[in-house]
Antibody, heavy 121, light 109 residues
Framework: QLQLRESGPRLVKPSETLSLTCIVSGASVTSSDYYWGWIRQSPAQGLEWIGSIYSGGRTYYKASLESRVTISVDTSKNEFSLKLTSVTAADTAIYYC?????????????WGLGALVTVSS | EIVMTQSPATLSVSPGESATLSCRASHSVSVNLAWYQQKPGQAPRLLIYRASTRATGIPARFSGSGSGTEFTLTISSLQSEDFALYYCQQYTNWPPGFTFGQGTKLEVK
């Protein structure tokens, strides 16, 4: 059974970099069956897709976040990560790792439990 | 960016009755629309994709309809576990991205 779990610091200072990792079990991050990605949720923005990565490292980012976001894969640990630079209070949110199938409708059918990340000094 | 607008923000319905939730797209998304359910403290769960196809394990009381810019999620014979938040999501412009509606809270009347 495919499972995702977010890991990383829950408190980040303004202007610093938010870093989260998604630990994957039940599937390989090298699989071409899925796109691996991140979605966040805040009261102000609601659900917001951040970006996704596909087999071979092809990345897709939300246009308004693209200058600050990097998603990458660590095949040796079977995990993928999110880095968001120059954070502000507006980046405070629950961050979910999630995936969608490469074939068929690109809808998010597996999610992690979520990680509340607070940006504060 | 395609903007998704859900209405109403809150819907109060009695158990056993039916609920109708709406989602409108700022531009046509064809049938490239999904619905999710979210309960407190949990991640969203996929209910419907391609506007009307139920995801694996989703009860038949959940049904979706619509195309273009107007979509509806209907939940018949509401059960206690159905009272939650519901979000629509368009994927017509993937790649490069996706957008979600702001959600409808379905509460017990």
């Amino acid at each position: 059974q495919l499972q995702l779990r977010e890991s990383g610091p829950r408190l980040v200072k303004p202007s610093e970099t938010l870093s989260l990792t998604c630990i994957v079990s039940g599937a390989s991050v090298t699989s071409s069956d899925y796109y691996w990605g991140w979605i966040r949720q805040s009261p102000a923005q609601g659900l917001e897709w951040i970006g996704s990565i596909y087999s071979g490292g092809r990345t897709y980012y939300k246009a308004s976040l693209e200058s600050r976001v990097t998603i990458s894969v660590d095949t040796s640990k079977n995990e993928f990560s999110l880095k968001l630079t120059s954070v502000t209070a507006a980046d405070t949110a629950i961050y979910y790792c999630a995936l969608f199938p490469a074939a068929g409708a690109p809808v998010f059918d597996s999610w992690g439990l979520g990680a509340l990340v607070t940006v504060s000094s | 960016e395609i903007v998704m607008t859900q209405s109403p923000a809150t819907l109060s319905v009695s158990p056993g009755e039916s609920a109708t939730l709406s989602c409108r797209a700022s531009h046509s998304v064809s049938v490239n629309l999904a619905w999710y359910q979210q309960k407190p403290g949990q991640a969203p769960r996929l209910l419907i994709y391609r506007a009307s196809t139920r995801a694996t394990g989703i009860p038949a009381r959940f049904s979706g309809s619509g195309s273009g810019t107007e979509f509806t999620l209907t939940i018949s014979s509401l059960q206690s576990e159905d009272f939650a938040l519901y979000y629509c999501q368009q994927y017509t412009n993937w790649p490069p991205g996706f957008t979600f509606g702001q959600g409808t809270k379905l509460e017990v009347k």
